[in-house]
Each structure stands twice: as structure tokens, then as C-alpha cells.
């Protein structure tokens, strides 16, 4: 199970920190539906060749300042 939550509307802001951090992601590779963050985070994980501490680390930082533009 994974370890965070990832409403729809947020994941379209997290998206935008995630795409500006690693730019080459693409819309397509970043495709999220509400409660698939295990897929997300095994997807992520794969795609900017990181463990999965720092992929959920990443993810919840940009939850914890959603207003905020910085990953």
C-alpha cells in the first residue's frame, strides 16, 4: 500500500513541480488516476532512476507545500 494520497487536483500541481525538476518527463509518462499512487510511485521510481524513499520523499514534499512552486 503506498504510503501517501494523491487527490486528482493536487497531482495536477505535483505534476508541474515533478515536470519542472525532471524535465524530459512528458504528460503522457506522468499519467495519475485518484488512488493508483502505488503505480505512480513504482512508475516515478523507474522513470528518474530512484529508489523509492526518494521517489515518496519527493512526492510528499510537493503535497506539504502545494501552494508553493519548488519541489
Known amino acids: 500500500?503506498?504510503?501517501?494520497?494523491?487527490?486528482?487536483k493536487d497531482?495536477?500541481?505535483?505534476?508541474?513541480?515533478i515536470q519542472r525538476k525532471y524535465n524530459h518527463?512528458?504528460?503522457e509518462q506522468l499519467q495519475y488516476s485518484e488512488g493508483q499512487?502505488?503505480?505512480?510511485?513504482?512508475k516515478l521510481m523507474q522513470l528518474v532512476n530512484r529508489n523509492r524513499e526518494y521517489v515518496v520523499f519527493t512526492l510528499k514534499?510537493?503535497?506539504?507545500?502545494?501552494?508553493?512552486?519548488?519541489?
Open 1 to 8: 500500500m503506498a504510503e501517501i494520497s494523491i487527490s486528482n
Open 11 to 17: 497531482w495536477q500541481r505535483v505534476k508541474i513541480k
Open 25 to 27: 518527463l512528458t504528460d
Open 37 to 42: 499512487e502505488e503505480g505512480l510511485i513504482n
Open 61 to 71: 514534499k510537493a503535497l506539504v507545500n502545494i501552494d508553493n512552486n519548488r519541489l
